[in-house]
T-cell receptor, first 111, second 118 residues
Framework: ETGVTQTPRHLVMGMTNKKSLKCEQHLGHNAMYWYKQSAKKPLELMFVYNFKEQTENNSVPSRFSPECPNSSHLFLHLHTLQPEDSALYLCASSPGSPEQYFGPGTRLTVT | AQTVTQSQPEMSVQEAETVTLSCTYDTSESDYYLFWYKQPPSRQMILVIRQEAYKQQNATENRFSVNFQKAAKSFSLKISDSQLGDAAMYFC???????????????FGTGTRLTIIP
């Protein structure tokens, strides 16, 4: 248990649905991240937030929309996704040291 | 851009034996960090060990140790006295030392699936 939680753990959605993934950490970390993990591919960094400000958008399609209302919470809003967006979505946080601490992920299936 | 390569998609080891997982990386930087993360079936990515490039001494955490060869850009993980709970995907990761703290970007390899044979 790293202190980073993610909900839901599993999500199945149609291509026309709108859903949101939630990440929460109460570790006092100032940076939060979204990663996408697809089978047989390295983890792909999607977004970085530092002190609630987005500092990185790694060329992610606009159907993924992040939101960071405070340093403890991070959301990923999803709409009109494609089947190839099915993956494990991991949230991480870091306290300003080089390590990142990951949540358990949300397994997303787009039908 | 930095790249991380893990050339062993799968490895297996007998319980209580020692296994070494390989990782190579490519970078033009001299200041950086290297990590090994473990991802068991529960999917939680757990930090196993960290190495600073400026340190010559290899990092050790209990049964886990690394062989860091900076000139060869090699960073292998040795697991001693393997236990059933060590079964997982193991990812090697790189972080530049040039970026500001709080804005770390990790570059990951594709992972090695480790199976422990009872």
């Amino acid at each position: 248990e790293t202190g980073v939680t993610q909900t839901p753990r599993h999500l199945v959605m149609g291509m026309t649905n709108k859903k949101s993934l939630k990440c929460e950490q109460h570790l006092g970390h100032n940076a939060m991240y979204w990663y996408k993990q697809s089978a047989k591919k390295p983890l792909e960094l999607m977004f970085v937030y530092n002190f609630k400000e987005q500092t990185e958008n790694n060329s992610v399609p606009s159907r993924f929309s992040p939101e960071c209302p405070n340093s403890s919470h991070l959301f990923l809003h999803l709409h009109t996704l494609q089947p190839e967006d099915s993956a494990l979505y991991l949230c991480a946080s870091s306290p300003g040291s080089p390590e990142q601490y990951f949540g358990p992920g949300t397994r997303l299936t787009v039908t | 851009a930095q790249t991380v390569t893990q050339s062993q998609p799968e490895m297996s080891v007998q319980e209580a034996e020692t296994v070494t997982l390989s990782c190579t990386y490519d970078t033009s930087e001299s200041d950086y960090y290297l990590f090994w993360y473990k991802q068991p079936p529960s999917r939680q990515m757990i930090l196993v060990i960290r190495q600073e490039a400026y340190k010559q001494q290899n990092a050790t955490e209990n049964r886990f140790s690394v062989n860091f060869q900076k000139a060869a850009k090699s960073f292998s993980l040795k697991i001693s006295d393997s236990q059933l709970g060590d079964a997982a995907m193991y990812f090697c990761a790189y972080k530049s030392g040039l970026e500001d703290f709080g804005n770390e970007k990790l570059t990951f390899g594709t992972g090695t699936r480790l199976t422990i044979i009872p």
